[in-house]
């Protein structure tokens, strides 16, 4: 039932490791994707890009932009130049991701699969900043300091401006979901929801157009990230997944073996969908502590006792 990386990768130097682990949980087929680069090459070494896709009615626009959308962001002006500009950076990301979708729309329209799509939520990692990327209901957090500091928000039809955009491409809302079917409001690919001739790319019932937030890296205080698709926010709110993961990297201080709890623990607790979480850890994140061990091996003490007394 799970698909699980065998060891945690990190960047030369050892500034950054992560883990990741994907699970097909209850469903027919696996639609999820990923891509982790550790470290960018050539002129772009001192970056790192991590990104989860949650793809719909197939794989197909998932397992593309795993293979593609970052040489779609890279190839703006704003990765050019030696010095980095964090708006041209932004507008590179969702250039980027105008270009991926054109180019896909064309491919679907060949091959057939104008009904896949996929939700998008990245991180950026540059010398200086934390770029979140976010297009759908996957969802990035920052742990910072051991507390979370940032996270991305959804995007749902019911959201006051989405709703907007559906309505004026002459789309409705209906059970929290477009023209009561689809229930995320951006997304790549989906082009049967990207039809409106009236209506610009980012202006369709459905808008491939990211949002990009900056966020100033604090060395020694970022800990970790955070990147999961919606079946494993089914089963953790975003406090509670942040406190969860930091509470397993003082048990372990593998991102890898934690990912891999992650995605049992939101077995165990209900969500029946593809799952896939990817923790990236910072100079800054928790080491092994011998008192959360030591909690640890009492709770498990008291629980064995517990069940052996019936």
């Not at 966020?215 to 969860?244: K, M, Q, S």
Request: glycine share 10%; hydrophobic share 40%; net charge negative.
């Amino acid at each position: 039932m799970g698909s699980l990386q065998n060891s945690p990768k990190e960047m030369a130097g050892g500034e950054l490791r992560y883990g990741l682990a994907a699970m097909q949980g209850w469903r027919e087929h696996m639609e999820d994707a990923h891509a982790a680069q550790p470290q960018l090459p050539g002129a772009l070494a001192g970056w790192a890009f991590f990104a989860v896709y949650d793809g719909h009615a197939g794989s197909t626009v998932a397992r593309f932009c795993a293979h593609h959308l970052l040489e779609e962001v890279v190839a703006g002006e704003a990765f050019a130049g030696p010095t980095e500009s964090p708006e041209m950076v932004k507008e590179a990301v969702r250039e980027g991701f105008l270009r991926i979708d054109s180019r896909m729309q064309a491919l679907a329209q060949a091959e057939g699969w104008e009904h896949a799509g996929s939700t998008a939520v990245a991180v950026l990692v540059s010398p200086h900043h934390l770029y979140f990327i976010n297009l759908g209901d996957s969802r990035a957090l920052l742990c910072r300091a051991g507390r979370l500091t940032f996270y991305t928000e959804d995007h749902k039809p019911s959201r006051p401006r989405e709703r907007e955009r559906i309505e004026n491409a002459g789309g409705t809302v209906t059970l929290q979901r477009i023209n009561g079917s689809l229930a995320v409001s951006r997304a790549l690919g989906d082009f049967d929801y990207k039809a409106v001739a009236w209506r610009g790319q980012t202006e369709q019932l459905v808008s491939p157009e990211p949002e990009v937030y900056e966020v100033a890296r604090c060395p020694g205080e970022d800990e970790f990230l955070v990147l999961a698709c919606d079946g494993v926010w089914d089963a953790f709110n975003t406090e509670g997944l942040c406190a969860f993961v930091r509470s397993r990297l003082l048990l372990t201080g593998d991102p890898q073996a934690v990912c891999e709890q992650v995605l049992d623990t939101g077995l165990y607790k209900g969500s029946r969908d593809n799952m896939t979480c990817m923790v990236v850890c910072f100079r800054g994140a928790p080491a092994t502590s011998e008192a959360a061990l030591q909690r640890e091996r009492e709770l498990d003490a008291y629980l064995e006792s517990r069940v052996a007394g019936g």
